[in-house]
């Protein structure tokens, strides 16, 4: 699944480690959903969206799944 995660993050000035505190997650966990190679549980996609202040469709892209 396509994100905006590590685009998102930097804008903010945010590091890797003080994202996954925050969220509750590994640091190595941000970097698997940065690089697409690991999809979050709805709880996390939930806390992403209310850090990030977005909707979750505006933070994740499905439509490559969609098929």
């Not at 699944?1 to 000035?13: A, I, P, S, T």
């Not at 992403?48 to 977005?54: D, E, G, T």
Request: charged share 35%.
């Amino acid at each position: 699944m396509k994100n905006r995660l590590e685009q998102l993050r930097k804008e903010r000035g945010v590091r890797q480690e003080d994202l996954a505190q925050v969220l509750g997650v590994s640091r190595q966990t941000v970097i698997s959903l940065e690089k697409g190679k690991y999809n979050p549980s709805l709880a996390l996609a939930f806390r992403l969206a209310r850090y990030f202040c977005l909707p979750i469709e505006e933070i994740f892209d499905d439509t490559d799944e969609r098929a």
